[in-house]
């Protein structure tokens, strides 16, 4: 039950597209397309972004995107926003029922 | 409008217990596997525990193992988490969250602080 590795941040200016990464293991998000993105802002509860690896939820903007590639999910957000400015958690099932999130990414917009 | 709504946080003392609650509303709660996520003051999300939708099976993360119970209580709509023996590492916020299916946590509550101190 390691969490999983997310670069510490990232950054880019308005407009921009970046790209959190989210590196696990064969037993967590290389064996199951059961990988969640969280959006976070200071102070306030997680917010569900995309789930099943690259599914979007009802009202979340198609600027965000998912993606996963052997152990590794992405999240991608194009035209960066200001509002976009936050902190993303990766989470992924871990099996038996268990899931395991990530070490988190806080976006900064320049 | 779903709502989950976190209660029982406090100041306790290392090796003492504490029982947090959780109330929803607006979905049938009968029919969704509930969690517990934490998050220590300036640290990242930590996945605690889950239940069924019956609770008749209910998952922990390793640290907790033995210390904490998830329960809930369908009839009042309510989730609960009884911690025992504990320890300053599990100060955090704690939030319960409704899984969608296998992860997906769609709705979160506000969270409720538990700090454990002398």
């Known amino acids: 039950q390691s969490a999983l590795t997310q670069p510490a941040s990232v950054s880019g200016s308005p407009g921009q597209s970046i790209t959190i990464s989210c590196t696990g293991t064969?037993?967590?998000?290389?064996?199951?397309?059961?990988v969640s993105w969280y959006q976070q802002h200071p102070g306030k509860a997680p917010k569900l972004m995309i789930y099943?690896?690259?599914k979007r939820p009802s009202g979340v903007s198609n600027r965000f995107s998912g993606s996963k590639s052997g152990n590794t999910a992405s999240l991608t957000i194009s035209g960066l926003q200001a509002e976009d400015e936050a902190d993303y958690y990766c989470?992924?099932?871990?099996?038996?029922?268990?899931?395991?999130f990530g070490t988190g990414t806080k976006v900064t917009v320049l | 409008e779903v709502q989950l709504v976190e209660s029982g946080g406090g100041l306790v003392q290392p090796g003492g217990s504490l029982r947090l609650s959780c109330a929803a509303s607006?979905?049938?709660?009968?029919?969704?596997?509930m969690s517990w996520v934490r998050q220590a003051p300036g640290k990242g999300l930590e996945w605690v525990a889950n239940?069924?939708?019956?609770?008749?099976?209910?998952y922990y993360v390793d640290s907790v193992k033995g210390r904490f119970t998830i329960s809930r209580d369908n009839a009042k709509n309510s989730l609960y988490l009884q911690m025992n023996s504990l320890r300053a590492e599990d100060t955090a916020v704690y939030y319960c969250?409704?899984?969608?299916?296998?992860?997906?946590?769609?709705?979160w509550g506000q969270g409720t602080l538990v700090t454990v101190s002398s």
């Open positions: 969250a409704r899984d969608q299916s296998y992860g997906d946590y769609d709705y």
């Open positions: 607006g979905f049938t709660f009968s029919s969704y596997w």
């Open positions: 239940i069924k939708q019956d609770g008749s099976e209910k």
């Open positions: 064969s037993s967590d998000v290389g064996s199951y397309n059961l």
């Open positions: 099943e690896v690259s």
């Open positions: 989470c992924s099932y871990a099996g038996s029922s268990t899931f395991v």
